[in-house]
């Protein structure tokens, strides 16, 4: 049995894994390729399957892919072989072409066949016309639930029968907000995750959504072991359209959605978020006529992902004028109406940072106390990353004419409303940022 079973594109990197036992850690898979290079530097040959470390490693090249399976305990190596070249011809089955890209495109569909098509780690089934089928007849099973007492009653207000589309899509956009607050010293005193799952559903049809998430609760509750990390929402609320007792039942989203854009469900984490975008800045005062600052912000997320349009607010003096601004990056513009500057950076990598420097004069004296002072507000966008770690496992459209409709996922990482720093410090007693 297999613990994992991943693809990974030319350069060894994961575009989609699924773990079946935590036995085996995930950073394996980044060992995969460097092993299979240290092989054929030392013409050693490349066998699909080898072992390393405790670790069993069995792998198929296809196109510009491999198709890896992990597992620690003895396997039976050719059975989890066997279920990679019938994984590859069932996936170039739905997408026609097996590359990068139908992965990065379908990624939810995948989620899902692995999860048919491997149970605990043991390779179910494998036939695409049977797992055809099996998707079918889940789905006329959810029909003969929901439809016919709908139609009779003609229940569904919010939405209208005879709806037609050339080309049926879902758009689901998951959006958490962070909102923070980080005091002087830069402890984190408080944090909120709030979350929301908006959709634009263009379907024809009365069509039945099931939507499946890495939800702690849904998984405890079905006796499932949860695969990967799953998450603990609060606060759930969903839209009119889903059925509220068959989620309170077994936490199964199901619904005919509203034509069109709506919002499905929302919900809160309450789990400490640490500062996604970190910002500090130490002031300097000069006899009080003018007024020097040092800002750095720093991207405190993993490095293959990117911060867009941060707007990072810098509270100044009511009456500071004669602006003058230096950056080592993105650009800065005195907003007097917001007593602040803004320091707006299209894009900030994961682990990256930059500093700036301002420079104002003031007309008038003053002796301004630190903890008096606003603090630091920010704006940012992190897109293909939830901070949560929500997933969408799946997302089932089953509509009785039978139709294939495409559902699209996007996760986005922003600020909240209150995402604030109180990290500024006089730069004598400042011990945050060091000269340069
Ligand atoms: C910031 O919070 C930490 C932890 O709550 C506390 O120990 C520290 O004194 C606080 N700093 C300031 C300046 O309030």
């Known amino acids: 049995m297999a613990s994992l079973v991943a693809i990974l594109d030319v350069k060894g990197k994961s575009l989609i894994q699924r773990s079946y036992k935590d036995d085996v850690p995930p950073s394996c898979i980044e060992r995969f ?7 054929e530097e ?56 097996l590359e990068e890209e139908s992965i990065r495109d379908n990624f939810v569909i995948i989620y899902e066949l692995l999860d048919e098509m491997m149970d605990f780690g043991y390779p179910q089934t494998t036939e695409s016309k049977i797992l055809q089928e099996y998707i079918t007849q889940e789905s006329h099973k959810l029909e003969l639930q929901a439809r016919p007492p709908m ?9 209208s ?31 909120e995750i709030l979350g929301a799952v908006k959709m634009k559903c263009y379907l024809s049809g009365m069509p039945e959504l099931r939507l499946g998430l890495n939800d702690k609760v849904m998984f405890e ?92 607010y810098v509270p100044v003096p009511d009456d500071a004028d004669s602006p003058k601004f230096r950056a080592a990056a993105g650009s800065v513009v005195y907003a007097p109406e917001k007593s602040a500057f803004v320091w707006k950076i299209k894009q900030l990598g994961g682990g990256r940072d930059y500093l700036m ?20 507000s920010v704006k940012f966008e992190i897109p293909y990353f939830t901070v949560s770690g929500i997933q969408v496992r799946y997302l089932k459209i089953v509509e009785k004419s039978g139709y294939q409709a495409l559902p699209w996922v996007r996760y986005i990482t922003q600020n909240g409303d209150d995402y604030v ?5 006089d730069a004598k007693s400042s011990s945050i940022i060091a000269p340069i």
């Open 33 to 39: 390729l460097p092993l299979v290079l240290d092989m």
């Open 42 to 97: 030392e013409n050693v040959q490349v066998t699909p399957c080898f072992s390393d470390d405790g670790i069993n490693y069995m792998h198929i090249r296809h196109n510009n892919l491999y198709l890896l399976a992990l597992s620690k305990r003895n396997s039976n190596a050719a059975e989890i072989i066997f279920f990679l070249h019938r994984l590859c011809s069932v996936l170039t089955e739905y997408f026609k072409e």
């Open 151 to 159: 139609a009779v009653t003609n229940a569904v207000s919010w939405r």
């Open 161 to 191: 029968e005879g709806i037609r589309y050339r080309k049926n899509e879902v758009f689901l956009d998951v959006v958490e907000s962070v909102n923070l607050l980080v005091n002087a010293s830069g402890n984190v005193i408080r944090s």
């Open 221 to 312: 509750s079905t006796g499932r072991a949860a695969r990967g990390k799953s998450i603990e929402m609060e606060d759930v609320k969903f839209h009119q359209c889903v059925r509220l007792a068959r989620f309170e039942n077994d936490r199964t989203i199901s619904f005919i959605p509203p034509d069109g854009e709506f919002e499905l469900m929302s919900y809160r984490l309450s789990t400490p978020v640490k500062p996604l975008v970190w910002v500090e800045a130490s002031v300097e005062s000069h006899r009080g006529s003018r007024v020097e600052y040092m800002v750095k912000v720093r991207g405190q997320f993993k490095r293959r992902s990117t911060a867009n349009n941060v707007e990072i």
């Open 357 to 376: 420097r301002a420079h104002f004069g003031l007309p008038s004296v003053r002796n301004e106390e630190l903890d008096k002072r606003a603090p630091i």
């Open 421 to 425: 720093l109180r990290t500024i410090s």
